[in-house]
């Protein structure tokens, strides 16, 4: 199947620093991606849907100046997490799919981010 | 978007069937069914896809009814390595966004 990495794993940054997380498809161009944010023990919450070349769409709740989401090409979409807090702590995944598939969507490895 | 319910946990022992039934009664004509299976501290990772019937592949089958209001993930004969937890998710394709449920955390001991 299609690969997508995300870079990095982990990370550590202090408060009030930002972070950028990145998300590459290796062998498709994805024309949307995906950003979610997962807590200890509970599923994948939706953060924000980018397609390649647009703002990104946010779901309700989630700030679109803390979470900067960019899509500027076909392979690769980064979010960044700004002004950190410890309440930010947690780990970020992203998936990607491509026009002309169906809902199987590639997810990444995930980032495990900790704000200390 | 269709919503999705499932058991939140399953215990079985290695070698056994388990079968996973995932509920979604307002599933669209165009939706399609996938599940999905996520380790800890990973990403989720296809386990396999369906519309209606039967879908089998290496690793499961998938058993969707005519009225396609639930699905049910078959993985033959588990073992420890299975423990993860399982989400259905039910959309179309193209850029429509994929929201996670509860999923179903599989507990495999020997």
């Known amino acids: 199947g299609a690969v997508v990495s995300q870079h990095p794993s982990r990370v550590i940054c202090k408060s009030g620093t930002s972070v950028k997380i990145e998300c590459r498809s290796l062998?498709?161009?994805?024309?949307?991606m995906f950003w979610y944010r997962q807590f200890p023990k509970q599923s994948l919450m939706l953060m924000a849907t980018?397609?390649?070349?647009?703002?990104?769409?946010?779901e309700q709740g989630v700030e679109k100046d803390k979470f900067l989401i960019n899509h500027a090409s076909l392979t690769l979409s980064t979010l960044t997490v700004t002004s950190a807090h410890p309440e930010d702590s947690s780990f970020y995944i992203c998936?990607?799919?491509?026009?002309?598939?169906?809902?199987?969507?590639?997810f990444g490895q995930g980032t495990r981010l900790t704000v200390v | 978007l269709a919503k999705t319910t499932q058991p939140i946990s399953m215990d079985s022992y290695e070698g056994q069937e388990v079968n996973i039934t995932c509920s979604h009664n307002?599933?669209?004509?165009?939706?399609?069914i996938t599940w999905y299976q996520q380790f800890p501290s990973q990403g989720p990772r296809f386990i396999i896809q369906?519309?209606?019937t039967k879908v089998t592949n290496e690793v499961a089958s998938l058993f969707i009814p005519a009225d396609r209001k639930s699905s049910t993930l078959s993985l033959p004969r588990v073992s420890l390595s299975d423990t993860a937890v399982y989400y259905c998710?039910?959309?179309?394709?193209?850029?429509?966004?994929?929201?996670f449920g509860t999923g179903t955390q599989l507990k495999v001991e020997l």
């Open positions: 307002n599933i669209a004509t165009n939706d399609y």
């Open positions: 980018s397609n390649e070349g647009s703002k990104a769409t946010y």
């Open positions: 369906g519309y209606k």
């Open positions: 998710l039910v959309g179309t394709g193209g850029g429509n966004k994929l929201t």
């Open positions: 998936s990607a799919i491509t026009d002309g598939m169906n809902t199987e969507a590639f």
């Open positions: 062998d498709f161009q994805a024309t949307t």
